[in-house]
């Protein structure tokens, strides 16, 4: 599966479609580049109360050059990298895996 933004799959309750909203961790968005998303990563993790080295800096600093595809398409990624986190079609078919 692949979209336009990142963020997280959410129903809009007007509409009771899905869309792409904000990510759940407090990381804001939906973001239309990969390099506002990695800057807001770099961002939050660079604000914490004792980052434990400078890995967020260096993030900050080449967000604009992390992905080939900057403007997606961008794929659905669970958080939970289980072998039992699988999204198949009505006819088994493997759609999607971490």
């Not at 904000?22 to 914490?48: C, I, Q, R, V």
């Not at 260096?58 to 961008?74: A, E, N, Q």
């Amino acid at each position: 599966m692949e979209f336009d933004q990142i963020g997280s799959i959410t129903r809009n309750v007007n509409t009771c479609e899905f869309e792409i909203g904000p990510s759940p961790d407090g990381l804001g968005g939906p973001y239309s580049t990969a390099t506002e998303f990695y800057g807001a990563w770099a961002a939050k993790n660079m604000n914490l109360p004792e980052p434990s080295s400078d890995f967020p800096s260096r993030i900050s600093g080449i967000s604009p050059y992390i992905s080939r595809y900057d403007r997606g398409p961008f794929r659905l990624v669970h958080g939970d990298f289980g072998d039992r986190n699988m999204l198949v079609d009505e006819e088994f078919n493997l759609l999607s895996r971490n």
